[in-house]
C-alpha cells in the first residue's frame, strides 16, 4: 500500500492529508486559532463542586468551565495533590520533582468532595475539546506522549502494548526501561518501541522527564490558571502516532514547516528523513495531489459509491446518522437478497473512512439496506469489523438489528471535522435572485466604457457564456463591433463553456483580469 501525508501550509493553518493508494482517508486540520487541545497540561482552580455527579468543574481560562469526574481523578491522584499544594501554598519555596513523595492510591469509589475542595489549585490534563455547548473533559492522571512510549508521573508501573506480539521482545523492552526508569515514574511502552535500542529509549524517556520537571517549576509562580506544558503540535503529534514504515512520502508546500517537519521526523525516525519532500510547483499542492476534489466529493451530505449507489450522512447534537441507498444499483438483474449483500459491503468500506475521514465521534447509527438472510447479515457484520481494525480511534459496534441497523460508537475527542462544499452562485452571489437578463448587455457596455475611459485601456477581450457570446458576435454589424467603434477600443469575444449564463470576465492585453 502507498502511503502518503500531503501538508498544506496557509495563513488560517495547516491541513493534513493522508492517501492511501492515492484515496483520500484522513483529514486533519492544526488551526492556528486553536488555543486548547487535547493532552495540554493546565494549572486551574476547583470552581465548583457537584456531589449528585460525583464531578466538579475547573476554572482553566476557557469560557466554560471544564469538566473533572472522579473516576477521571487516578490512582495516584493523593501523591499529585500534594506535591501541587505544597508548591503552590504561596512561600515561594520549590520543591523537585524528584523529592516528591508517594500517597495511598485513591479508593475506586469514593466521593470527589473528600479530595477537592472550592477554589484550591489542581493539574489536569485535556482528554477531550470542548464540543458544541460543553466544555473540555479533563483528568488529572497525567500523561506525556512520545513516540516510543507514554511517561506517567506518581506511577511505578511498565506496562507495554498488546499489539507487540512477541512474547521475547516484550520481556527484552520490560527489562531494557525498567533499567533506566528512574523512581516515581511510570512508562506505558507504544507499538513503535518495538525492535529499538537502549540509546533510543533512553534518550526518549530522558526527554520526557525534562518535559515534565520543566512543567513542575512553574508550579510555585502560580497566581491564575494557566497553561503549564503544551502538547506538540498537532502536525507533529500526527505525525509521531502515524509514521510507520508504510509511508513513502510527506510532501510539504511550505519550507520552513517543511525544515521543522523534516528535523522533527529526523529525531524520531532517522532513516525516514529522506522521505519528506518539499513542493514547488505552480498549481496548489491539494489541486495537485487531487487532494480538493476528493474533499468536495466526501464532505458533502451525499456521498456517491461505485454503480449507482449513495450514502446519506446527517448529523444532530445525540447521534450521527448514515443510511445507505442502492440507487441505480437496485435495477441490476441480481435477486434482492444478493444485490442488497454488494451493496452493503461497498457501503461499509466507504462508512470506515468516513468514520475516520470526519472523525465522526459519539453514537453512530448505520441503516443499512435489509436482508433477510442470517449468514449475510453476519458476512456484513465481519466485513465491518475487519475494515475498523485500523482505526486508531477506540470503538465499539454492535451486530445488526432485526431492522437492518448498525450501532457503532467511537471515542470523540475533539469536534467532527466540517467542511461545507456548496459555493456561492457566481450568477446570483446566493441572493437567488439575478439582474434582468435583458438589461445584461447594457452592464457589459457600461463595464468596458469604465475601463477603456478610467482605466484608458485599448485592447479588451469579453469572456462570457456561449450564447451570450454568439449574440454579441451575430450579423454583419454586431454589438461588439459596435461597441469598438463606438468606445474606440479593439473589443475580442471570447467564450468560456465554463461560465454560468450571465457570468463574465474583462481581461487586458497582458491577459491580466480587470473585473473582480
Known sequence: MNNELVIEVASSGISIALLEDKKLVELNRDKNSEQFSVADIYLGKVKKIMPALNAAFVDIGHEKDAFLHYLDLGFNFQSLNNYILQNTSGKGRFIPYSKARKAPYLEKEGKIANYLKQGQPIMVQIVKESISTKGPRLTSEISIAGRNMVLIPFSDKVSISQKIASVEEKKRLKRLVESIIPSNYGVIIRTAAEGKKVAVLDSELRGLIKRWETCCEKLSSFKKPELLMNEISRTSAILRDMLNGSFNSIHVDDEGVYEEIKEYVGSIAPEKEKIVKL???????????????????????????????????????????????????????NNQETNALEVNLMAAEEIARQLKLRDMGGIIVVDFIDMYDGENRQILYNKMQKLMEGDRAKHNMLPLSKFGLMQITRQRVRPETHINTNETCPTCHGTGQISPSVLFDIQLHSQLDYYVKKKKEKYLTLKVHPYVASFLTKGLFSKRLYWSFKLKCLIRVKSVPSFTFLEFEIVNRKGEKLTE
Not at 464532505?299 to 449507482?308: A, E, I, N
Not at 450521527?320 to 441490476?332: L, P
Request: glycine share 10%; no cysteine; charged share 20%.
Open 279 to 333: 513542493y514547488n510547483g505552480n498549481v496548489p499542492i491539494f489541486d495537485q495531489y487531487n487532494v480538493s476534489k476528493q474533499i468536495k466529493t466526501l464532505f458533502g451530505r451525499v456521498v456517491p459509491l461505485r454503480s449507482g449507489a449513495y450514502l446519506i450522512i446527517e448529523h444532530t447534537e445525540a447521534l450521527h446518522v448514515i443510511d445507505v441507498n442502492s440507487g441505480i444499483r437496485a435495477k441490476s438483474g
